[in-house]
């Protein structure tokens, strides 16, 4: 059987962790790989003569998302891939990978991951978990200040220079090219049913 690709895209802490999370449980987690587009910064040091501060995490270049591609590609070949480790608080990735085995299912998960079209055009679903502004931005300061070692303020000043920018330049118009829109995150009970519905579905076929 051909794996059943999922793409699951949002704004910045919008929930898609949650959403991954909750399919993968009602799918049955030992037949589901999960891919998560962060894992594929870039190296700080492929930024020669940049400090992090002056780099745009949010824009489309500071990922290697033809990495990415070509792990889909091999997970859907029934081969396993090694996954980058992105350390967050050196901005480098780690010696070490994550040795990724073909599944069934194959979750694809980011904020960016509907902007590529040789991306979009390999997942089956594509999920757009949509949350409010307000409450991304509360999520963000809570979780880089207290899991990535950020300060209070280059929280802020990060999200208003390059996290709302590029939300609206690219997170935000990629919904169009959603199948299915999500909104209030995990806690939409209903909204997941229906994904894992579909996917048992394509499962079948």
């Known amino acids: ?100 085995q073909p599944r069934d299912v194959i979750i694809v998960e980011g904020i960016l991951i509907f902007v590529e079209k040789k991306l979009r055009d390999m997942m089956d679903i594509k999920i757009f978990v949509d949350t409010d502004a307000d409450e991304r931005l509360l999520r963000r300061v809570r979780r880089d200040v207290t899991e990535r070692g950020r300060t209070l303020d280059s929280v802020i000043e990060q999200y208003n220079t390059q996290v709302k920018p590029m939300h609206l330049e690219f997170v935000e118009p990629s919904k169009r090219w959603a199948d299915i829109i999500i909104p209030q995150g995990g806690e939409n009970e209903v909204a997941i049913d229906m994904v894992v519905a579909k996917v048992l579905s394509l499962m079948k076929k």
């Open 1 to 100: 059987m051909t794996p059943v690709v999922i793409g699951i895209a949002g704004g910045s802490a919008s929930g898609k962790t949650t959403v991954t999370n909750k399919v993968r449980e009602r799918l049955d987690g030992r037949n589901v790989v999960i891919l998560n587009h962060d894992a594929y910064y870039r190296d700080i040091s492929e930024f020669p003569g940049r400090k992090p501060s002056d780099v745009n995490f949010d824009h489309p270049d500071a990922l290697e998302t033809t990495l990415l591609i070509e792990h889909i590609r091999r997970l859907k070949e029934k081969k396993g891939v090694e996954q980058p480790v992105y350390d967050f608080k050196t901005y480098t990735r780690r010696p070490e990978f994550l040795r990724l």
